[in-house]
């Protein structure tokens, strides 16, 4: 079985081009974010990698570390970056996990556990590395999507997700379809009117069910 929301993420030791170290320890007590890929020097992907470089002030200030992941090698993935960083026109200053033996990829069930890599192998060996995963400072998963090898991801969307998912777990609340920091917030039917006015005070009954407030800010 996969790895499931609210999952405590598996403690690999991992290869990259920045040392080896457990995962659990990289993370520390910080949100993280692993994003994978199934070849260096593929096209989508150096442009994804770009993207990501370029938003290193805002992961950092959300308090948050990436982390990329390719089943190639470790040299490959030190030659790469220079690519990344030409494409970006930003310092790739995250790791890169070395996944030559695909133990992560299982781990995150991208792949098959009978999957190997061939010799002469191209991305689509590995189509399924193509996921990004979200994680909690208590070391569970809080997120994770997976996009096919011909559609580049929006980490501009991955970027408002971590917003929604940090302001969630601060106050205590949900939030609406296409939220944004600064828009309303759901309280959650958990919490009695009175408790809400309490905790939020004003607040928009849409819907018995749907309640509106605006986004704590203390």
Known sequence: MGLRINDTIPNLTVETDQGTFKLHDWIGD???IL???????TPVCTTE??????????????????????????????KWKGDIEKVGGAQAKFPIIAD????????FDMLPAEAYLPDGRT????ATVRSV???GPDKQLKLSMTYPMNVGRNFAEVLRALDALQTAAKHTIATP???NVGDDVIIPTSVGDDAAKEKFGAFETVL??????????A
């Open 100 to 107: 030559d033996g695909l133990v992560v990829s299982k781990a």
């Open 133 to 135: 995963f979200i994680i």
């Open 30 to 32: 910080s949100w993280a």
């Open 177 to 179: 379809a296409n939220w």
């Open 208 to 217: 018995p069910y749907l309640r509106k407030t605006k986004q704590p800010t």
């Open 49 to 78: 990698f770009g993207a990501v470089a370029q938003l290193n002030d805002e992961w950092t200030k959300r308090g948050t570390k990436v982390i990329g992941i390719s089943v190639d090698g470790v040299e490959d993935h030190k």
């Open 123 to 126: 991305p689509n060996d590995s």
């Open 35 to 41: 994003f994978s890929h199934p070849k260096d020097f």
